[in-house]
């Protein structure tokens, strides 16, 4: 009798043990899940920063014909640009891109001392251009905040933080958030 008894909770360790292994496997699989969400998001992200990146030499060529003097902000342009593209983790973006956001916000101010480029085709398709592009990053954004924000969620609740900690998985993804000073007016100076 004694022997079954033994074998009873050699069978119940066991069957609790393959329990928790099958849980552990499903959040650890399901953390990595999630992060490669936050992945792909934070490319996607990148991907209309690039675009935006690649609209503005073309929108600086139409605007340097007309407007010759304006060297120092084609220069700032082309120095936000290459800082944009440069940078690499999330912050280093979101830095980079506010920089650029401010030295466009400057170029586009240019343009209204011209009304001859505002009526240029060339002009107004590659403003539609960065137009669109602008909403695509604010949309890709947000889906970037929201895969970051379930990532979190999952990874600080118990007793997934355990699997977190136990397999190097980042404890808290960081959000893009939109920098203290993008809430201010840009100040144009020429």
Request: net charge positive.
């Amino acid at each position: 009798m004694r022997k079954f008894a033994m074998l009873i909770w050699i069978i119940i360790a066991v069957y609790v043990l393959l329990v928790i292994y099958i849980y552990a496997q499903s959040q650890y699989n399901r953390l990595i899940r999630l992060d490669q969400k936050v992945k792909e998001s934070w490319s996607q992200v990148e991907n209309v920063l690039q675009r935006r990146a690649d609209l503005i030499p073309n929108l600086v060529a139409v605007v340097k014909g007309y407007a010759k003097h304006e060297r120092s902000l084609f220069i700032e342009v082309t120095e936000a640009r290459s800082s944009l593209l440069a940078a690499r983790t999330v912050a280093e973006k979101e830095a980079a891109s506010l920089r650029f956001e401010n030295v466009l916000s400057r170029l586009l101010v240019v343009v209204e001392n011209y009304p001859q480029l505002r009526a240029s085709e060339n002009f107004l398709r590659l403003q539609d251009e960065l137009a669109g592009t602008e909403n695509r990053i604010a949309v890709e954004r947000m889906r970037y905040n929201n895969a970051v924000g379930e990532y979190n969620r999952i990874a600080k609740s118990f007793p997934i933080k355990i699997i977190v900690r136990g397999f190097g998985f980042d404890a808290e993804k960081p959000y893009f958030q939109a920098s203290k000073t993008s809430t201010a007016v840009p100040e144009v100076k020429f």
